[in-house]
């Protein structure tokens, strides 16, 4: 297998999924066996399903973050790291996932397009979320800001559940990232913008999107997949294989 074609110059933008924790022991959504194969996406994963049922939507969250203890990320979250390392402010992280594993390695050049499992915010009003473990198994949360203002309203996880918009600004983020990218073209025909997918089945937008944008401004395109993705079809290169033995390789 190549490595991935990083000189001096180049940008290089990773986009994960649930395939890349997959080795450290967390199910991902599509696959057999997946989350969401036992559990109705509309019912755990949208505000209609959490107005409906806030318990079982509570305790599908509650046992994700139970089956967090004892999750260490693995090495392809390493290899990251180290590329950050390397390219500094050429390098920025766009990850689906919302397990915090990349930030345990130590990535820091993060984007959590999808929130994080381990934070909590109020469903109605706009105080920071936080930092929070807890399962709520017996009593549903609710929140104290509002409380004080005479409100009832439920504290929900910090995730982006479907039908909800991600965070513009993490978009414009992104937009920034891609804009100071060069557009000059290397001796390979590509512009200096390397752009590596890495286990997601290109399913969910606007990340499935990311590698229409990045070709659109003439960047070189990868997918690390176990199996070839949805959109696998919009990369030029593909690598199938176990991203903890395919991404440490794509950096050696
Ligand atoms: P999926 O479950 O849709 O896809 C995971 C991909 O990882 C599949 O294509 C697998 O073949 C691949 N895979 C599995 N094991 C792997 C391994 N060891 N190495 C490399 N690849 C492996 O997960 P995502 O694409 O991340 O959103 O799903 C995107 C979003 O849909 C999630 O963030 C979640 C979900 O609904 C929300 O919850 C908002």
Redesign the pocket.
């Known amino acids: 297998m190549s490595r991935l074609p990083l000189g001096s110059t180049t940008s290089l933008l990773v986009l994960?999924?649930?395939?890349?924790s997959?080795?450290s022991g967390i199910p991902?959504?599509?696959?057999a066996g997946?989350l969401?194969e036992g559990h109705s996406?509309a019912e755990v994963?949208s505000p209609e399903g959490f107005a409906a049922n806030p318990q079982q939507v509570w305790r599908f969250y509650g046992e994700r973050r139970r089956n967090m203890t004892g999750v260490t990320p693995n090495a392809?979250h390493h290899a990251l790291v180290a590329a950050e390392k390397r390219l500094g402010d050429r390098f920025l992280l766009v990850t689906?996932?919302?397990d915090a594993l990349h930030t345990a390695a130590g990535s820091e050049r993060m984007i959590e397009l999808?929130?994080n499992l381990m934070r909590t915010r109020c469903s109605v009003c706009d105080r920071p979320s936080f930092a929070d473990t807890s399962t709520y198994n017996d009593k549903l949360p609710t929140c104290e800001t509002c409380d004080g203002r005479g409100r009832k309203s439920l504290l929900r996880p910090d995730?982006?559940?479907?039908g909800e918009a991600i965070n513009p600004q993490l978009m414009n983020r992104i937009s920034r990232f891609l804009a100071t990218a060069s557009t000059r073209r290397t001796p390979s025909g590509y512009a200096d913008l390397v752009f590596l997918a890495?286990?997601?089945?290109?399913?969910?937008y606007p990340?499935a999107g990311l590698v229409n944008a990045v070709r659109g401004i003439g960047g070189h395109t990868y997918l690390?997949?176990?199996?070839e993705?949805d959109n696998g079809y919009q990369f030029q290169e593909t690598i199938l294989?176990?991203?903890?033995e395919?991404v440490p390789a794509l950096f050696a």
């Open positions: 994960t999924g649930a395939g890349i997959a080795e991902t959504f599509r696959d997946g969401w996406m994963a392809a689906q996932n919302v999808h929130g995730i982006v559940w479907f890495i286990g997601t089945s290109g399913n969910v990340a690390a997949n176990l199996e993705s294989g176990k991203a903890s395919v």
